[in-house]
Nanobody, 114 residues
Framework: VQVVESGGGLVQPGGSLRLSCVASGFDFRAYGMTWYRQAPGKQREWVASVDTSGLRRDYVDSVKGRFSISRDNSKKTVYLQMNSLKPEDAAVYYC????????WGQGTQVTVSS
């Protein structure tokens, strides 16, 4: 399993970012995919998941209504659209299969600050 996350950056509170995760090394269509995040000094936290079809999506309560996970199986890519960002959303964001493999990417840093 290999994943490469991108799309992070610095954004003001209330702003938006779209994260991407390009996967390789496994049958992407056969796996649900998940976004996680880890803030400094905190444990890695599950954020959102999408099933193999892209139809079922689940979110941690703190991001419901603001974040949207999606996938493009033809591009082996999973996305996380993040709107109305808050300072508490700042973290390194990672993607992985569902269930998670032991292989993690480098993540992409999201900073929310004015």
């Amino acid at each position: 399993v290999q994943v490469v996350e991108s799309g992070g950056g610095l954004v003001q509170p209330g702003g938006s970012l779209r994260l991407s995760c390009v996967a390789s090394g496994f049958d992407f269509r056969a796996y649900g995919m998940t976004w996680y995040r880890q803030a400094p000094g905190k444990q890695r936290e599950w954020v959102a998941s999408v099933d193999t079809s892209g139809l079922r999506r689940d979110y941690v309560d703190s991001v419901k209504g603001r974040f949207s996970i999606s996938r493009d199986n033809s591009k082996k890519t999973v996305y996380l659209q993040m709107n109305s960002l808050k300072p508490e959303d700042a973290a390194v964001y990672y993607c992985n299969t569902r269930p998670a493999s032991d292989s993690w990417g480098q993540g992409t840093q999201v900073t929310v600050s004015s």
